[in-house]
């Protein structure tokens, strides 16, 4: 999900491929200059990530968006499909006012409505944990609230709708890209459908980005190559990616990293051509569930 960057799935066809091979070269580029470190991963549908010199799934991390990438951790599937930017980019966390800005994603995709998320928020308790109850067990990851107030909101808000009840995680990378996509509600996971598309039909600016790393048990968000184009989708990193600090950190996983493992070790159903693909082992999201003390 070509460059490998964390993108959802929509347009994933004239402009993922004319776009993901665009930003796979430009990434690829940047990467060989600043030292060929960590190879970069990109998302589905979205970003170019480069990983380690391959241009693989470029748009992988997008998350919501006519295929977000799956920006840091999961290697984006190429579906880095060009989302246009939101018409009104969201505005960052205001900490004066204790609000967040979430806008109506305009960049066309399936939308699983569930309404806006409140916009007045409090970053205290500092931590909060939210629990994926899943058909291979419990992940467990432990959210930060004071860095990704918005974010960690939001995460909140579709939990409580049930808005990732069902849903299958649908990119799987590799050594390379070590890390597995989901929070696509539409997504069917089987190697033969475009997932990566489906998002809350709202995106919000990208916080905790300062000095961000991707490294084994992070949970960060998929998003488009646009800034602000953060939605539903994220990725949970089992390895190390040397991702560009694009998408927001907004966690770190405390228990499940061997279910990541297992699933990884088991492969994907189809390579997508960057090293990605829909999980053999499948990931269905039973339950989502946030506590933290008040």
């Known amino acids: 999900m ?6 959802t799935g929509k347009d994933r066809q004239k402009q993922l491929a004319r776009e993901h091979h665009e930003r ?3 990434r690829r580029i940047e990467r060989e200059q600043k030292a060929k470190r960590t190879a970069i991963i990109g998302s589905t549908v979205g970003v170019v990530i480069v990983v380690g010199g391959i241009v693989a799934a470029v748009a992988l991390l997008g998350g919501g968006n006519p295929q977000t990438e799956a920006a840091a951790s999961p290697t984006a599937s190429a579906q880095e499909s060009a989302t246009a930017a939101p018409a009104a980019a969201p505005k960052p966390y205001d900490a004066k006012t204790g609000t967040c800005d979430y806008v109506k994603d305009t960049a066309g995709g399936q939308i699983k409505d569930v309404g806006l998320p409140p916009k007045e928020v409090k970053t205290t308790p500092a931590k909060k944990t939210m629990t ?4 291979q067990g419990d992940i467990v990851v ?3 609230n004071a860095k990704a107030p918005c974010t960690t909101n939001s995460l909140v808000h579709l939990a409580q709708k049930k808005y990732y009840d069902g849903s299958k995680c649908h990119r799987l990378g590799s050594e390379k890209f070590p890390m597995l996509q989901c929070g696509d509600p539409t997504a069917k996971a089987d190697g033969k459908s475009q997932d990566g598309s489906g998002g809350p039909g709202y995106v919000m600016a990208e916080e905790n980005l300062q000095g961000a790393t991707y490294k084994r048990g992070v ?5 488009t190559s646009a800034p602000g184009s953060t939605g539903s989708q994220f990725f949970l990193v089992y390895g190390d990616i040397g991702l560009t600090p694009d998408y927001t950190p907004v ?15 088991a492969g994907v159903i189809a390579d997508m051509g960057d090293g990605t693909g829909a999980p053999k082992q499948t990931v269905e999201i039973k339950d989502v569930t946030i506590a933290g003390k008040s």
Do not use: P, Y
């Open 24 to 26: 796979q070269m430009q």
């Open 251 to 265: 966690g770190t996983i405390t228990k499940g990293l061997d279910i990541l493992d297992k699933v990884n070790k």
């Open 2 to 7: 070509g460059g490998k960057a964390v993108a």
């Open 142 to 144: 432990e959210l930060d």
């Open 132 to 135: 994926f109850k899943t058909n």
């Open 219 to 223: 949970m960060a968000m998929a998003k």
